[in-house]
C-alpha cells in the first residue's frame, strides 16, 4: 500500500440548496494533509474519511499506517443553508496528529455533524475541531491524558513524534474547551486509563455531553493536586445556557475506577458514572445552577441529577466527609428552583474501618414554583445498596431537602464515637421521612469502644415502600441507647412518588435492640 499526499485543494461541495456534501476518502500506508478538503453542503454536510471509516470498522476502506493533518490545513463538512453537519474521520493503525482544523457544523438550527480523531497507536491532538451544538467528537487512543499544555507532539519533516509513549494522547484542555463552548459534545475513549490533569472549563455556548470511556481507570487530578471540571455562564448578561453533563463510563463499560481528586461542578447538567467511584475530595460534586438567569427566576434551569450506577467509597484525605450537592439555584436565602435527584445504585462505603467517612447529601429545592403551585421540589434521594457495610461502615449520613428518601436495600452500617448519626432535613413545613425498600431492614449504630453509640431518631420518620411483602421487618442494634422523639416508625406504605397507599393494611415487626451492636477498639 503506497502513500497519499493533499497538498491543494479537494472539492466535493454540494452548492445547490437541497444538495449535500458529497464523500472524500484518502487512505495509504502514509497519508499527509497540507492543503485543503471541503464536502460541505447546503442540506448538510458530507463525509470525509482519512485512513479508514468510524472507529476503523469500515471494512471497504483499508487503514492507513499514519495520518497526518498538518498545521493551518483544514476539513470542512459543514451545513451551510440548513441540515446536519457531516462526518469526519481521521484514523490510522501506528500514528495520527491531527494540528488543523476540522468543521462539521450544522445550519439552520440543526445539529452539528461527528468528528473522530484516533488511531490504534499513538494520537496527537494540537488543532481545532468545530462540530457546533449537539456535534459530537470523538478520541479514541489507548491512554489520554488531559494536560495544560503538551499536547500537541511534534511533526518535524511529516513525521510524528508524539509527546508519550506508543498507543497514548496528550491533549490540551483548551482543545476540548473549545468544543464545548460552541455546544458541542466530546467522548474521550481510551483503550486503557485517562487521567485528567487539567482543569476542563465549559464557559458558553448551549448545554454540552462530556464523556470519558476507558477500558481501565479515569482519574481528576491527583493527591494533593485538584482538578475541576465545570460549567458555568462567563458572560453575566447571558442567559445560563453552559450546564456541562459529565459521564464517565457506560452501560457496557464499567471495569476500573474514577478517582475523583477535584471538584465537578455542572452548572445544572447532570452526572453519572457507570463505574465504581471513590470520592477523594470534601466537596466532589455539584450540579447547582450558578445563578439567577437575567430573564428572571422561570428562565432558571433546574439543578442537575447525580446517579452513581455502581459502588461509591469516600476517601478524603485530612477531612473525613464528603458532600454531594444538588441543590437549586438560592435568591438569597430563598431555593428557587427544583433541586435534584441523587441516586445510588449500588453500596456507600468507608476507604478504612479505622476512618468512617460522613456523607452528607443536599437536594434541597423551592417549595413554590410559579406555575406548578406549592410542593417541595427537592431532589428525590435513594440508595439501592448497603449504605456503609459491616466491614466498611459510615461515620453518619445527612440528607438534606427531599421530603422522602428511599432506602432499597437491606442494611445501614455507621460507625461513629459520639453525636448524630442519622440527620433528616426539609424545607419549611415539610416532614422528612425515609422509606424502607426491602423486605427486612437493619440499621447498625456502632462506635469506637463498646456501649459508646446511640441511634436518635429526632429528625424524620420511617415509611414502608408499596413494594416490599406481606410482612416486613425492621430492626434498630445500637451500641448504647435507641431514643425516638417526635418522629415515628409507621407501618404506613407510600408509593415511589411519596403518596400515601389507601390499601396498606400489613403489619411491620420493629425490633429495638439498645446495647447489642457493641463497638470495637
Not at 512 to 518: M, V, Y
Given at each position: 500500500?503506497?502513500?497519499?499526499a493533499i497538498?491543494?485543494s479537494?472539492?466535493a461541495r454540494g452548492?445547490t ?12 500506508e502514509?497519508v499527509?494533509?497540507?492543503g485543503?478538503i471541503d464536502?460541505s453542503g447546503?442540506a448538510?454536510g458530507?463525509?470525509?474519511l482519512?485512513g ?5 470498522k469500515?471494512?471497504?476502506i483499508?487503514?492507513a499506517?499514519?495520518v497526518?493533518?498538518?498545521?493551518g490545513?483544514?476539513?470542512k463538512?459543514?451545513?451551510?443553508e440548513?441540515?446536519?453537519g457531516?462526518?469526519?474521520?481521521l ?10 482544523r476540522?468543521?462539521?457544523r450544522?445550519a439552520?438550527?440543526e445539529?452539528g455533524?461527528?468528528v ?6 499513538t494520537?496527537?491532538?494540537s488543532g ?6 449537539g456535534g ?12 495544560t499544555?503538551?499536547g500537541?507532539?511534534?511533526?518535524v519533516?511529516?513525521v510524528v513524534t508524539?509527546?508519550t509513549?506508543?498507543g497514548?494522547?496528550v491533549?490540551?484542555a483548551?482543545v476540548i474547551?473549545?468544543v464545548?463552548?460552541?455546544?458541542g459534545?466530546?467522548t474521550?475513549?481510551a ?8 482543569d ?6 448551549a448545554?454540552?455531553t462530556l464523556t470519558f470511556?476507558?477500558?481501565?481507570n479515569?482519574?481528576l487530578g491527583a493527591?494533593?493536586?485538584?482538578r475541576?471540571i465545570s460549567?458555568?455562564?462567563?458572560d453575566l448578561a447571558?442567559a ?5 453533563t ?8 464499567t471495569?476500573?475506577?474514577?478517582t475523583?481528586y ?7 447538567g447532570n ?5 465504581p467511584?471513590t470520592r477523594?475530595?470534601?466537596?466532589p460534586?455539584s ?10 427566576i422561570?428562565a ?8 452513581f450506577?455502581q459502588?461509591?467509597?469516600l476517601?478524603?484525605?485530612?477531612l ?6 444538588t441543590?437549586s439555584?438560592?435568591s438569597?436565602s430563598?431555593f428557587?428552583r427544583?433541586?435534584?435527584e441523587?441516586d445510588?445504585k449500588?453500596s ?21 414554583i410559579a406555575?406548578s403551585?406549592?410542593a417541595n421540589?427537592?431532589?428525590k434521594v ?6 456503609g457495610?459491616a ?8 440528607v438534606?431537602g427531599?421530603s422522602?428518601a ?12 459520639s ?7 426539609a424545607p419549611q413545613g ?5 422509606v424502607l425498600?426491602a ?9 469506637f469502644?463498646s456501649?459508646?453509640?446511640?441511634y ?7 415509611f414502608?415502600g408499596?413494594?416490599?411483602g406481606?410482612t416486613p421487618?425492621l430492626?434498630i442494634?445500637?451500641?448504647?441507647s435507641v ?6 416508625i409507621?407501618?404506613?406504605?407510600v408509593?415511589?412518588?411519596?403518596t ?5 393494611t ?5 425490633t ?7 463497638g470495637s477498639?
Open positions: 500500500l503506497g502513500g497519499a497538498g491543494g479537494v472539492e452548492q440548496t437541497g444538495q449535500t456534501g458529497g464523500r472524500v476518502t484518502a487512505t495509504g502514509r499527509d494533509l497540507t485543503a464536502a447546503a448538510g458530507g463525509t470525509v482519512i479508514g471509516g468510524w472507529q476503523g469500515d471494512p471497504a483499508r487503514e499506517g499514519t497526518v493533518q498538518a498545521a490545513s483544514a476539513i463538512a459543514d451545513a451551510t440548513k441540515g446536519r457531516g462526518t469526519v474521520v484514523w490510522s493503525r501506528d500514528q495520527t496528529q491531527a494540528s488543523g476540522i468543521q462539521a450544522g439552520g438550527g445539529a455533524g461527528q473522530e480523531t484516533s488511531s490504534r497507536g494520537l496527537g491532538v481545532e475541531v468545530q462540530v457546533g451544538t459530537q467528537w470523538l478520541l479514541d487512543p489507548d491512554t489520554v491524558t488531559i494536560a499544555s503538551g500537541t507532539g511534534t511533526v519533516g511529516g508524539p509527546s509513549g506508543p497514548a494522547l491533549v490540551d483548551a474547551e473549545a464545548l463552548n460552541t455546544g459534545n466530546v474521550v475513549q483503550n486503557n486509563d485517562i487521567t485528567i490533569s487539567s476542563i472549563a465549559k464557559t458558553a455556548g448545554g454540552s470511556l476507558a477500558a481501565g479515569i482519574q493527591p494533593g493536586v485538584t475541576n460549567g458555568s455562564n462567563a447571558q445560563v445556557t453552559s450546564s456541562l459529565v459521564v464517565f463510563g457506560s452501560a457496557t463499560q471495569g476500573g475506577m474514577v475523583l477535584g471538584q465537578i461542578n455542572t452548572n445544572g452526572f453519572v458514572s457507570c463505574k467511584v477523594a475530595n470534601a466537596q460534586i450540579t447547582t445552577v450558578g445563578r439567577i438567569a437575567p430573564g428572571g422561570a432558571t434551569p433546574d439543578s442537575g441529577s447525580v446517579t450506577h459502588q461509591v467509597t476517601a478524603n484525605a485530612g473525613n466527609s464528603v458532600t454531594i450537592s441543590q439555584v438560592a438569597g430563598t428557587v427544583r433541586g435534584g441523587i445510588f449500588s456507600i462505603v468507608s476507604f478504612s474501618a479505622n476512618t468512617p467517612w460522613a456523607l452528607t447529601l443536599n437536594s434541597t429545592g423551592a417549595i413554590s406555575g403551585g406549592d421540589y427537592s431532589g435513594t440508595f439501592g445498596g448497603q449504605v457495610t466491614l466498611l461502615p459510615l461515620d453518619s449520613l445527612t438534606l427531599p422522602f428511599f432506602l432499597n436495600t437491606d442494611q445501614i452500617n455507621l460507625k461513629k464515637p453525636g448524630d448519626t442519622m440527620t433528616f432535613g415539610y416532614r422528612p421521612r425515609l425498600g423486605d427486612s431492614t437493619t440499621i447498625n449504630v456502632t462506635g469502644a456501649g459508646s453509640a446511640d436518635e431518631q429526632k429528625t424524620f420518620d420511617i414502608l408499596n413494594a416490599i406481606a421487618v430492626a442494634n445500637s451500641g448504647r431514643e425516638i422523639t417526635n418522629f415515628a409507621s407501618a404506613t406504605r408509593n415511589a412518588a411519596g400515601a397507599m389507601s390499601d396498606a400489613a403489619p411491620l415487626t420493629v429495638l435492640q439498645p446495647g447489642t451492636a457493641g477498639s
